[in-house]
């Protein structure tokens, strides 16, 4: 079966597919390939890499919420050394896209990991400005359009790579910060990262996360998630990555309609390990009976109406 | 770290889900017919098990408590943690239910000791059984319980010989399954000590064991979302740096469940 027209260009990278695994949901694949075909996916978007190995929060980093869950994983990683060394050669044995996602407490961090992927064969970089469960980085550069504009400026300075700046739906107006980052030289944006929120155990009388807040994600954020993205598409004129709460092709549809020209599938990987699968399966056949030979017919189509 | 074997998700078919016979009223068992995993499972292993209902999306991770002799089934022995819970939804499947679950995942116990005591506190009595019965020589086995009736006790006892202990003193020793070992001078030295419980529980045997040089595993327990070590939402600190991010917290879906002692800070 011929699937050529779920082919999207983002950035100049010519991906088979509109749709990738979204940044920590999915480590850098090497779990989930004993489960699904990661070869069906247009891209894997690893998670998110630092200059050097952090350690992440303490436990519990989990808890489950109605329809959706919280995390404060905290951004546990091994450093772009191993990453390069051991992660990308992992990756480059499937026909896949390589989106590596670079988190950092510091604007050096993060430009120490850009340059360090330099000549590393991946694709595109997903800069992480939105993580709410670290410290510090992630989201501090997040939340001001100056803010964004200037790290998204200085990051496109060193990387080789078309870069993505990963957008934080905790702000008071999300096109705000997609347009500081156009503005800044990003070459398309993504969201949303997980909205904050919090859990309490009525019975042990403390927080379900030793980090007391965590970010929510899950099919419970779908709509807000949608409505940011519409919001963007509109805003910008880089493409969007739409993601937040996407478990089936449905989903990933009304993502495309509202202007996403890809999405990504996060926590639906916990409790379905094909649903990347399932939804490049899914659009696929909803162009067909729909009449469509090309899916960015479907791109925004709801916003011309 | 022992090696961790493949795990696939597969559909089973429910074959029995009952509230326990013993008085502890949330302690439910059931049975799943899927040979797959089955087949593969070794004793200390555990399975997702996916509840299909989208208001609880996260699988579910249990230990198997037991493997049928013909190899087809799973037993696990789980307990409702609560109201609105997704183990008290568990046990209101039916019999005959298709369900989904993801298995064998993590490491096991391991299978070469000759001289063993396995120590188990409450819901972690039952992922020692099957390794009670896989094990060769002599087996002992400490249980410790709140109260109430000594669930699984007489299936252990058929391999080897079975002390108790029980916060209300109403089973066996009054106190923990340390003061069991204790009281009735169980002797642990040239034994390998195999346990599974609460953190206060393996943080003692863990204390004792290194005390007296007694080879000691434990399984530890953690929330976890994927449960195949991608998300690391179930880490444990570790002595030396973990294999996978390279800080010191080694994943317990994958590089565990079962840990020697001596690797893990408890």
Known sequence: ?305 | MLKSSGYITFHGNLQKNVQSQSVEGNIYELWIEVPDIAKKAMPGQFVSIFLNDKSRLLPRPISICSVSSDKTSLRLVYRVTGKGSGTEFLSTMPRGAKIDLLGPAGNGFPLDSTDTVLIGGGIGIPPLLEIMKRLKGRRRAVLGYKGGSPFLKDEFEVYGRVYTASDDGSIGVKGTVMDAVLKNEIDLNHATVMACGPLPMLRALKEYCTLYDIKCYVSLEERMACSIGACLACVCNTVEKDSHSCVNNARVCKDGPVFPAEEVVL
């Not at chain 1, 927080?207 to 099919?219: D, E, M, Q, V």
């Open chain 1, 1 to 305: 079966m011929s699937m050529s027209r779920l082919k999207v260009n983002i950035a100049g990278v010519v991906m088979k597919n509109p749709v990738t695994v979204a940044s920590g949901t999915f480590g850098s694949g090497a779990e989930y390939c004993e489960l699904t075909d990661i070869s069906k996916l247009g891209a894997v978007t690893t998670k998110g890499v630092a200059n050097i190995p952090w350690a992440g929060n303490p436990v519990p980093r989990i808890a489950e919420t109605y329809g959706g869950m919280l995390n404060a994983i905290g951004l546990q990683n091994p450093g772009i050394d191993v990453f390069i060394k051991r992660d990308v050669p992992f990756l480059k044995q499937y026909d896949t896209k390589i989106i590596v996602n670079v988190c950092g407490k510091t604007e050096s961090d993060y430009i120490e990991v850009v340059e360090k992927l330099y000549d590393v064969p991946v694709d595109l970089l997903e800069i992480n400005i939105s993580c709410p469960n670290v410290k510090e980085g992630g989201i501090a550069f997040g939340q001001k359009a100056e803010s964004v504009e200037h790290i998204t400026s200085q990051i496109k300075k060193y990387a080789k790579q078309p870069i993505i700046m990963k957008l934080s739906p905790n702000v008071t107006d999300i096109t705000v910060m997609a347009k500081a980052a156009q503005a800044g030289g990003a070459d398309a944006v993504s969201l949303i990262n997980t909205l904050t929120g919090m859990k309490i155990d009525i019975y042990k009388r403390c927080f379900a996360l030793a980090n007391k807040t965590g970010g929510l994600s899950g099919p419970c954020i779908k709509p807000v998630a949608l409505r940011m993205v519409y919001q963007t598409a509109m805003a910008v004129n880089i493409p969007v990555i739409g993601m937040g709460g996407i478990s089936n092709a449905e989903d990933a549809i009304e993502f495309l309609l509202a202007g996403a020209s890809m999405v990504s599938v996060g926590t639906a990987n916990f409790y379905n390990p094909g649903a990347g699968v399932n939804i490049v399966e899914g659009i696929n056949e909803y162009l067909i009976d729909n009449g469509f030979n090309d899916v960015n017919q479907i791109i925004g189509l709801s916003g011309k109406w």
